[in-house]
């Protein structure tokens, strides 16, 4: 339930606080209220369609995209990831580009 999140995300908070608030602090700086990340990873369901299905507030000044380079993100990654865009309230898109796994190759 809820409070098992919350439980998980002080945890993750307590665990990874560089990791976080080195992500929270690149969030951060996206203009306030008109920003969006976008967890780029080839296990999301949702296929990148540039925003096809995006519904916003108002325009979207700025997009973050999030992504593993020279290595996949790790399941705390992604978690600090999710849980920065969260306590930023703002929107996470998660998606993939293809199905072909090694895009950045």
């Known amino acids: ?18 990791l976080l608030g080195a992500i929270e602090f690149a969030f951060s700086r996206l203009p306030g209220g008109r920003g969006a990340v976008v967890l ?6 949702q296929d990148l369609l540039i925003f096809e299905d995006y519904k916003s507030e108002g325009p979207v000044e700025a997009v973050l995209f999030v992504l593993g380079a020279v290595r996949d993100m790790s399941p705390t990654e992604l978690r600090c990831v999710e849980l920065a865009a969260s306590r930023l309230s703002l929107p996470l898109i ?8 090694e895009f950045t190759s």
């Open 94 to 101: 998660r998606c993939k580009v293809g199905s072909t796994a």
């Open 1 to 18: 339930g809820n409070s098992e999140s919350s439980n998980s995300d002080v945890a993750l908070a307590k665990e990874q606080p560089k």
């Open 40 to 45: 780029l990873h080839e296990d999301c369901a």
